[in-house]
């Protein structure tokens, strides 16, 4: 089992910066994969940007190319999102996820998890 809690969200101006954080933490923790997905009001659920932790290989989703930076710290178990740049199309409820299983491809979908975090809202006003 794995827990994941999620820190540093906030609201800012269009233009400014956030760092989300996300502390993982059980007995068992050893995910293959952590991601970054977020949900604004009415929307789906859409990943923005994952790590495949054993070769520090990261995927963005396009929207977010060139402003997000996802990274980790393994030996804290903690990823995080960089977020610069931002623009009220960022607002949104951001989760943390986690894949435990082997075998998977890295992906931005939400079905290549099964562990996520309960999520820090994100506020960007212009």
């Known amino acids: 089992q794995v827990q994941l809690l999620e820190s540093g969200g906030g609201s800012v101006r269009a233009g400014g910066s956030l760092r989300l954080s996300c502390a993982a933490s059980?007995?068992?923790?050893?995910?293959?994969?952590m991601g970054w997905f977020r949900q604004a009001p009415g929307k789906e659920r859409e990943g923005v940007a994952a790590?495949?932790?054993?070769?520090?290989?990261?995927v963005y989703a396009d929207s977010v190319k060139g402003r997000f930076t996802i990274s980790q710290d393994n030996g804290e178990n903690t990823v995080y999102l960089q977020m610069d740049n931002l623009n009220p199309e960022d607002t949104a409820m951001y989760y943390c996820?986690?894949?435990?299983?082997?075998?998977?491809?890295?992906?931005?979908?939400?079905?290549?998890?099964?562990?996520w975090g309960q999520g820090t809202q994100v506020t960007v006003s212009s």
């Open positions: 059980g007995s068992t923790f050893n995910p293959v994969h």
């Open positions: 996820a986690a894949n435990t299983r082997s075998g998977r491809g890295l992906s931005l979908d939400r079905g290549g998890y099964n562990s």
């Open positions: 790590i495949f932790r054993i070769i520090d290989y990261a």
